[in-house]
């Protein structure tokens, strides 16, 4: 592995926006942090990542990211721990997952060096932007687009890698009505489910939207073939308790390996809970629900954490899921989550990259 030895150079802004922030509501996404990372990819190399006050970007109109839609990204979160440092959660698995989707695009991979010392210097020169409110934390989305300015169609040679930051809230979503989405796909497998690139949510947005125009809150995608075995809720992995049982899918080239997921499985079964991950068809959800033995249906992602699910319509009836309360798995897994990303609980599978500040 490539080693970098000069530290990252750094531009500080002189004109903080710290101060117009409230920290006790925070909207998802809505501010940007004062800094960000920014690296180029020309002539087969990555510059040195630098970072430089957060702000626009000159592009000519004919980068091939918007005409063909090579751009991925990531999201990961890093959190304030009870002794004062940060922790960037599981870094590890989200580059791994990072360089996945950058090779299906035919994009170059960002050394894991690389991805760490960006990481770090972000966060120490922004550590003010880490909210230290319960559930809240810092959102890093780092990204990589061709930036390359021609309009044939071709594999760009030239590459912006950026990290954006933003601090979030605690997330409590509304218990979602899902809709089961058995004409559109998000993908087909063979296709780039499993990656996270920016064309599978521009291609999601239609059916949600007419599934929004219908009263429902989500879709449950379903499989592109016989639209009979489930795939994921909306942009989330989605994760079923039937007879006491945690059950997803199991993971395929349609289904993206989010790391909330297999956080949650590898929690679960510490627990002594009984994990199932294998195919889950639509049948056996609408029996699980005419029998009751369905106690809980949610969403698993960094954003929300968990999502939890009050109604799945078959084919016009609406099926319930009883309220969650204080016994309700997926709101334990969500405290041994944080429990261990705030250091409460010790991080015994060394899922925490602390960033001392
Ligand atoms: C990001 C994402 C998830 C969740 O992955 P995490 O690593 O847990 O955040 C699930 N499904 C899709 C389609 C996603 O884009």
């Known amino acids: 592995m490539e080693t970098m030895t000069s530290p990252i150079v750094i531009e500080r802004t002189g004109n903080s926006r710290l101060r117009e922030i409230d920290f006790n509501n925070l909207e998802f996404g809505k501010h940007i942090s004062d800094h960000m990372i920014v690296a180029d ?37 890093a959190f304030h721990m009870k002794d004062g440092t940060i922790n960037i959660f599981r870094p590890q698995k989200h580059h791994d997952r990072f360089n996945k989707s950058l090779v299906r695009m035919c994009m170059p991979t960002i050394p894991y060096e690389m991805f760490m010392m ?13 909210p230290t409110g319960e559930g809240s934390a810092l959102y890093i989305r780092p990204l990589v687009f061709a930036s390359e300015a021609r309009l044939g169609v071709k594999v760009s040679d030239q590459y912006k890698f950026v990290i954006l930051t933003s601090p979030v809230g605690p997330y409590y979503s509304k218990p979602l009505r899902l809709k089961i989405e058995e004409h559109f796909t998000r993908t087909a497998e063979g296709g780039t489910g499993f990656a996270k690139c920016a064309g599978n949510y521009g291609g999601a947005f239609y059916p949600t939207q007419l599934a929004k125009q219908e009263g429902f809150d989500q879709v449950l995608w379903t499989d592109h073939k016989e639209h009979q ?3 994921e809720v909306g942009m989330m992995n989605v994760m079923f308790v039937i007879d006491g049982t945690l059950v997803t899918p199991e993971l395929n080239s349609a289904i993206l390996d989010g790391v909330t997921r297999d956080s949650i499985l590898k929690i679960a079964r510490e627990m002594g809970l009984k994990v199932e991950e294998r195919r889950v068809s639509l049948d056996e959800l ?4 005419i029998s009751k033995s369905i106690t809980e249906a949610f969403g698993a992602g960094t954003a929300a954490v968990v999502a939890p699910v009050a109604i799945v319509n078959f084919h016009g009836t609406d099926h319930h899921l009883p309220p969650i309360d204080a016994s309700s798995i997926q709101l334990k897994m969500k405290h041994a989550l ?12 060394g899922w925490n990259c602390i960033v001392r500040v």
Do not use: C
């Not at 944080?338 to 599978?349: F, Q, S, V, Y």
């Open 41 to 77: 990819w020309n002539k087969g190399n990555w510059s040195e990542p630098k970072v430089v006050p957060y702000g626009e970007l000159r592009m000519s109109p004919s980068i091939l990211a918007l005409h063909y839609g090579q751009a991925v990204f990531e999201g990961m979160k």
């Open 286 to 289: 609408e029996q699980a629900f």
């Open 338 to 349: 944080l429990e261990i990303r705030t250091g409460a609980k010790p991080d015994t599978h």
């Open 229 to 231: 075995y489930v795939d």
């Open 118 to 130: 960006s990481l770090r210097a972000l966060i120490e020169v922004d550590k003010d932007w880490v």
